[in-house]
Nanobody, 122 residues
Framework: VQLQASGGGLVQAGGSLRLSCAVS????????MGWFRQAPGKEREFVAG??????YYADSVKGRFTISRDNAKNTVYLQMNSLEPEDTAVYYC??????????????????WGQGTLVTVSS
């Protein structure tokens, strides 16, 4: 399984970006997918997750970010609106191929993309 994230960039506070993560794998629709982020000097943190039954968000992004997937394209998205300087980080997509639960910690995700940098200027 390989993941390729894209869509990062520089945006002003209040703006929007959409991240994409293309996933190889024949059973993509069964994977639990997650987005994490890591700011300089900080630990990697959960942003959003999605499984067959629903989605889950970190409190810091709830109401601003939306995770979704297109099983026909083997792609998961993260729509980010009302961006804040505190959202500046490298964003990683991750796939959890075992189990059905969304995990808020990185450990259970067994495949990771390379990361895409999001910079929000004030």
């Amino acid at each position: 399984v390989q993941l390729q994230a894209s869509g990062g960039g520089l945006v002003q506070a209040g703006g929007s970006l959409r991240l994409s993560c293309a996933v190889s794998g024949r059973t993509f629709s069964s994977y639990v997918m997650g987005w994490f982020r890591q700011a300089p000097g900080k630990e990697r943190e959960f942003v959003a997750g999605l499984n067959w039954s629903g989605t889950y968000y970190a409190d810091s992004v709830k109401g601003r970010f939306t995770i979704s997937r297109d099983n026909a394209k083997n792609t998961v998205y993260l729509q980010m609106n009302s961006l804040e300087p505190e959202d500046t980080a490298v964003y990683y997509c991750a796939a959890k191929t075992l189990g059905e639960l969304i995990s808020m910690v990185p450990g259970p995700y067994n495949y990771w993309g390379q990361g895409t940098l999001v910079t929000v200027s004030s």
